[in-house]
């Protein structure tokens, strides 16, 4: 009797697309979810721990017979059968009948099976193994072709886990070997028997697992070690060579993340242990082993899901290994619905939104024989472990990791414990606003330029915007998810897109792109919008679409729009046009009618192209041209259905008038860049109209526009437009003006030079008496290309004691005078300093001279001998440093006697002492070449002697003796 | 030849006729090869659509340019529900893919050569090229164990160079040149790896049962 809708019965029976939630990597294949299970959020094991299997009665094929066959799916099912899980896993009987294409068949509406193989007969064949002697199952399942040996890598074994009750259990799979995969050959056989071992593995409710991933990646050579804990339930094998089981140690035997998945879905307990294996080889699965919790999380508390977390063993003096794994948010939510499409659907019931479980992984068994040095670390899921190959049932891609890798120390672990680790990722986004970005019914507005960023955190956030469109314009909505570096990635934000007409409620009423990342460019969601007859307010969300909220998870938002084209005629010829907007970039291009136009300039709101002539274009006289603008990464378009008619518009002359030969950096060229619009006659001045001037490439500002590079100016009287021209940047400068309605334009390049620029300080350095407070004006002189620098900012600075005031500006023949004030001033050499242009500097030095290092001279009068009735002249005395430096500003005291003249002295004895007339003391201070003038203290028409004593600091000294003679 | 003696040879002439297990492939070009040479449909395209129903699952492609077997348009895959185990995520919707195909089955059916293998992604750079990512083909090729995977770091080739391979399934002569993915792609070889000194383990201890 054969079974006819069994997986329709099936799917009655647990709800089909009930999916279960994430299975996890060394851990379950599947969870159950949270609203339409008996038992909510659980691992998925099969419903009894001795699900029996049965074989097929035929013979696998011509040299490989039943008996053989059912020896190798022992030899398979045996490697499950370990005593640290309850699962026994033996072989029940046979299958009623030999299966083929005789009696598997398509009715229309599903595929028969015979009534002993189907699901709904799971309670007493909980497994079915087929023998597809000639590969006609497969190839009536898979396809024509299915089962040829060519694909026996992925067809040797066909695995189907069909039925899954609402009380989280499996009931039913089903096991397809292809009898054209096995030959004469006794390693095909073994092959088998590998890939029928990871399929058992499989259809037990285990997830594929990523242990020691460099075994396979390569990254880093894998030791010994490593080789001999990479699972049996590693996603992808390592081919190196026919027969992939020779690729792995001991291919047949378990290893400790294979045993620990088994421990977490078929553990061991107390309970089990005494109830149904007592007196068995059986043994409670934390026995010489540790259970370890690990939680990693952002470091604003929300737990970072999708990590894969290995248990690593740090053995003393040797080599690391990993021994078992986990992957973080076990039984968090995999999906909890978006604005665009709604909650989650019953497909999508997986696991739980509790906020402990995003970051959480369980890890029940890693092996420890008695105290072991442990440590969990977070790693990224590898990227191919997708699809078929997931190491969990993730409806998302994997996230790609934030922060550092975590690591949670277990030291002395102790076998037969427990324990649970928390850490926070210290470099990971910490930025969590959840908020700025508006609501349905109050949406943010999205920046006027098409360019703008956002964030999708906490969970369940979604961005709000609303944007303005012109009737007659397509348009296209992007959203680029973003790393923690600001680069583009798919794996992070999964972004969906939903647009309302503004005021609307519920699900998106008039566009949407539900899914993410559906254009080619990496990380891309893209929705493009149709044009409407009416200008409009749109509201539009930007969501996650599985619901998912990160720190990390960030986005760059477009809208890329064109609302306008300027002139409304262009000449059949050709010309130029002006395309308004929004989202434009460099590197978009401009479609006339679906013939390219060139761009000649490009912003975010404006791009400039230059029209093929109406016949290169396909047109038609006079009637409007579609015009389309197109990024061609991202595949995104505008469109304004009715850009410009080619019409008999003659179009207007374009003449420069003048342009700056050169251009000087931070120079306002003294010749302006100027153009005259005439009609066609070449004679005629178009009046008032609007010119773009604009600076194409290089660096440069127009006088005109504000010190912008583009603006709009209108013609005067003469049909002419000019703007000064500021160099800002050494290189070629392109200047384009151009006819905004016709379409006339000049271009012209001009180059800034690297100007050559020279500035000095001619006055002298300076010496000056310590502590003295005096001024002085310096004249600085600048060049730029050996002219006077006119105008030139000069900026001064001043080592301490010195001041500067004035000079801030050179003069009309390059100069600045400043004046320098000192004021007790100190010992030592003082500077100040002038730059131009920010970088050309010259310095003048102050050189304050301590007093101990004074010296004074007599540099006149000290040789004059007079009558009496004849007046001594002044006598001039020189103040300077130890090394002759006039030195300005020092004090001199001055000390005279005057003694009466007792003439030649007595040839014996002493010369006779000469009364002290008169006699003074003053002070005076150097000048600004270090001298001091004294008049000698004579008393009128007597024969004396002037005696003069100068001193000055500490060790200047000087005297002379000045004759008044009878 | 008489039917006794076809009869007594019948063994001989079976396991004859049994073909040696796939040994891995020489190259990504030659698993291109490989995969077109049993592939009745090929197209690139784009899945738009994903409908399960009781025992079957249909996969709605937009056929973008259509490759073998395929006039272009739209094609709708009609796969086996038992190769789509509750909350296994076969393909997503949005994906782009060269596609490679089996022919339908007397019941309809179809599936996608070697699994995920023969649905190589499809992405573009910043110019606009179309490169397929053949990482996942990379794993096919032969290698010692521990050796890395060939050039992944390069991991993508341009369509437009695989296309002559695909089409002429293996006469065309051609080994397209190995590119770098787009930004915005995960690396396989990561280098998100554990860095990090660990304190000093004073402790005896034993080693863990080995397995």
């Known amino acids: 009797m054969r079974s006819k809708g069994w997986m329709r019965r099936a799917l009655l029976f647990v709800g089909w697309g009930c999916v279960p939630v994430a299975a996890h990597a060394g851990g379950p294949r599947f969870v159950s979810g949270s609203n339409w299970w008996v038992n909510p959020v659980q691992p998925v094991a099969f419903y009894t721990s001795s699900p029996a299997y049965y074989t097929d009665p035929g013979d696998l094929n011509a040299t490989v017979s039943h008996a053989q066959a059912d020896a190798m799916v022992a030899a398979a099912a045996a490697a499950w059968n370990v005593p640290t899980s309850a699962i026994v896993l033996q072989q029940g009987g046979e299958l009623a009948e030999h299966v083929s294409s005789a009696n598997v068949y398509f009715d229309g509406s599903e595929m028969v099976f015979p009534a002993d193989v189907s699901a709904t007969n799971y309670e007493n064949i909980p497994i079915a193994v087929i023998y597809d002697t000639d590969g006609s199952v497969i190839d009536t399942l898979l396809g024509e072709g299915a089962s040829d040996p060519s694909g026996c890598r992925q067809t040797g074994v066909v695995e189907s886990v069909d039925s899954i009750g609402l009380e989280a259990k499996i009931h039913h799979a089903m096991l397809i070997l292809n009898g054209r995969c096995v030959g004469a050959t006794a390693q095909q056989l073994t092959q088998m028997q590998y890939q029928l071992e990871r399929a058992f593995g499989r259809v037990l409710g285990l997830a594929w697992s990523q242990v020691n991933d460099n075994v396979f990646t390569g990254a880093t050579p894998p030791s010994a070690l490593q080789i001999s804990y990479w699972p049996i339930m590693h996603p992808m094998d390592v081919l190196c060579g026919a027969y992939s089981y020779q690729c792995i140690t001991n291919p047949f035997q378990l290893r400790a993340d294979d045993l620990s998945a088994l421990a977490l879905l078929y553990p061991v307990t107390n309970s089990n242990l005494m109830g149904n294996y007592n007196g068995s080889t059986k043994q409670l699965s934390s026995v010489q082993a540790v259970n370890l919790t690990g939680q990693t999380e952002f470091p604003t508390g929300q737990g970072m899901e999708l990590l894969n977390v290995t248990v690593t063993y740090q053995p003393q003096g040797a080599q690391t290994v990993q021994l078992t794994s986990g992957v973080t948010g076990q039984l968090f939510a995999q999906n909890t619905g978006n604005p665009v499409t709604g909650p989650e659907s019953f497909s999508n019931d997986v696991g739980a939104t509790w906020p402990d479980g995003e970051g959480r992984t369980s890890i029940p068994r890693t092996p420890d024989a008695y105290v072991a040095n442990l440590y969990m670390v977070s790693e990224a899921i590898d990227p191919l472990y997708t699809g078929d190959y997931a190491i969990a049932p993730y409806q998302r891609p994997p996230i790609a990791p934030s922060g550092s890798p975590q690591t949670m120390i277990d030291w002395s672990a102790t076998a037969g414990t427990g324990n649970f680790y928390k850490v926070a990722a210290w470099d990971a986004p910490s930025d969590c606003p959840g908020s700025g970005d508006g609501t349905q019914s109050a949406p943010a507005q999205s920046d006027a330029s098409g360019w703008w960023g956002g964030q999708l955190c906490p969970v369940g956030h979604s961005s709000w915007w609303s944007v303005h469109i012109n009737p007659g314009s397509t348009w296209t909505i992007e959203v680029t998810a973003l790393d923690e570096t600001g680069a583009p990635t798919m794996n992070k934000a999964q972004p969906v897109l939903g647009v309302w007409n503004t005021g609307d409620g519920g699900l998106p009423t008039v566009a949407s792109q539900p899914f993410s990342m559906n254009a080619l460019q990496p990380g891309v969601t893209q929705l493009q919008m149709l044009a409407s007859t009416t200008a409009k307010n749109y509201t539009f969300v930007v969501a996650d679409q599985y619901g998912a909220g990160r720190p990390d998870f960030a986005y760059r938002a477009r809208v890329l729009y064109a609302h306008s084209v300027s002139p409304a005629h262009v000449s059949t010829g050709g010309g130029q046009i002006v395309i308004a907007g929004e989202g434009f970039r460099q590197g978009n291009q401009v479609v006339v009618n679906g013939v390219p136009a060139t761009v000649v300039i490009s912003s975010a709101n404006q791009i400039v192209a230059r029209v093929p002539s109406m016949a290169t274009a396909g047109a038609s006289f006079g009637t409007p041209v579609d015009v389309m603008v197109m990024d061609v990464a991202t595949g995104g378009t505008t469109d304004v259905g009715s850009g410009f008619s080619y019409s008999n518009v003659q179009p207007g002359i374009a003449v420069l008038v003048s342009s700056p030969a050169s251009l000087e950096t931070s120079v306002t060229a003294a010749k302006a860049f100027a153009v005259r619009l005439l009609e066609p006659d070449g004679v005629t001045p178009i009046i008032g109209e609007p010119v773009q001037v604009s600076v194409v490439s290089g660096s440069a500002t127009l006088g005109a526009c504000g010190g912008a590079a583009t603006c709009t100016l209108v013609t005067d009287a003469t049909g002419l437009v000019q703007t000064t021209v500021t160099g800002r940047g050494a290189g070629p400068v392109v200047l384009n003006a151009t006819d905004v309605n016709g379409g006339a334009g000049v271009q012209v390049t001009v180059i800034d030079e690297d100007p050559v620029r020279a500035v000095s300080i001619a006055t002298a350095p300076i010496y000056v008496a310590a502590g003295a407070s005096t001024n002085w004006t310096i004249s600085l002189a600048a060049t730029q290309d050996g002219l006077a620098a006119v105008g030139v900012p000069v900026v001064w600075t001043a080592s301490s004691g010195l001041s500067v005031s004035g000079g801030g500006l050179t003069n009309g023949s390059g100069l600045a005078a400043p004046t320098v004030t000192a004021t007790q001033i100190p010992a030592g050499a003082g500077t100040v300093t002038g730059c131009l242009w920010g970088t050309v500097c010259t310095s003048w030095t102050v050189t304050a001279v301590d007093a101990s290092r004074w010296r004074i001279t007599v540099s006149t009068g000290a040789a004059q001998s007079v009558s009496a009735g004849t007046a001594l002249g002044p006598v001039s005395l020189g103040v300077t440093d130890t090394v002759g430096h006039a030195l300005q500003g020092a004090t001199v005291s001055v000390y005279q006697t005057v003694d009466a003249w007792e003439g030649a002295c007595l040839s014996q004895g002493r010369c006779a002492a000469s009364p002290v007339l008169a006699s003074g003391k003053s002070s005076t201070v150097s000048d600004n070449n270090g001298n001091v003038s004294i008049t000698p203290m004579e008393l009128p028409g007597l024969p004396q002697v002037v005696n003069i004593a100068a001193v000055t600091g500490t060790q200047g000294f000087v005297s002379i003796s000045l004759p008044v003679t009878p | ?211």
């Open chain 2, 1 to 211: 030849m008489s039917r006794w003696l076809i009869w007594l040879l019948w063994p001989a002439i079976a396991a004859g006729a049994q073909q040696a297990v796939a040994g891995p492939d020489a190259s990504v070009t030659a698993a291109l090869e490989n995969l077109s040479k049993r592939a009745a449909t090929v197209f690139v395209g784009q899945v738009v659509g994903i409908r399960r129903d009781a025992g079957v699952v249909e996969i709605q492609f937009r056929v973008d340019t259509p490759v073998v077997g395929q006039t272009g348009g739209s094609y709708t895959l009609r796969e086996w529900a038992g190769m789509w185990p509750m909350g296994q995520v076969r393909y997503r919707i949005g994906e782009h893919a060269l596609v490679f195909l089996h022919g339908t089955s007397s019941a309809g059916l179809s599936s996608v050569v070697d699994g995920s293998e023969g649905m190589v992604p499809v992405m573009a750079d910043g110019k606009g090229t179309l490169l397929l990512d053949v990482r996942r083909l990379s794993t096919r090729v032969e290698r010692p164990i521990g050796e890395p995977l060939a050039d992944v770091s390069d991991g993508a080739i341009a369509l437009k160079d695989a296309l002559p391979v695909v089409q002429s399934r293996g006469a065309v002569i051609k080994r397209p040149v190995r590119r770098p993915l787009p930004p915005g792609t995960t690396p396989i070889l990561s280098t998100w790896r554990e860095v990090m000194r660990l304190p000093a383990t004073p402790i005896v201890e034993q080693v863990p049962d080995a397995q």
